[in-house]
């Protein structure tokens, strides 16, 4: 079976930095997609961004852009999220996502073309 873990959450004060990491588990090969998404309870799920196995660019949401880095090391299907500067509104519980179906045919800010997802590790940020 394929199993996503997260690491790397926790409580951190405003203006704060923390770095979330995911790697796959049971899986020898390749994701075509490794993403990152957040969801406040009640709410759905949101986008954070996503990025191509292989590249060193990601595609993030609009609302995201400036404070979050999505990076990866594909040889380990390892996907981070480095996050700067956080404010109370990022509390949520964090999940990535990997995606097998070819890369050209993935919306990386799409929750429903994504296969695999992690159990999520909460972020909580205080003032």
């Known amino acids: 079976q394929v199993r996503l873990v997260e690491s790397g959450g926790g409580s951190v004060q405003t203006g704060g930095s923390l770095r979330l990491s995911c790697t796959a588990s049971?899986?020898?090969?390749?994701?075509?997609?490794m993403g990152w998404f957040r969801q406040v309870q009640g709410e759905a799920r949101e986008a954070i961004g996503g990025?191509?196995?292989?590249?060193?660019?990601?595609h993030y949401a609009d609302n995201i852009k400036g404070r979050f880095t999505i990076s990866q090391d594909s040889a380990k299907n390892t996907v981070y999220l480095q996050m700067d500067n956080l404010k109370p509104e990022d509390t949520a519980i964090y999940y990535c996502?990997?995606?097998?179906?070819?890369?050209?045919?993935?919306?990386?800010?799409?929750?429903?073309?994504?296969?695999?997802w992690g159990q999520g590790t909460q972020v909580t940020v205080s003032s």
């Open positions: 049971e899986y020898s090969g390749r994701f075509s997609t």
């Open positions: 990025i191509f196995d292989g590249r060193t660019s990601a």
């Open positions: 996502a990997a995606a097998s179906r070819p890369w050209y045919s993935v919306r990386r800010l799409d929750p429903t073309t994504y296969d695999y």
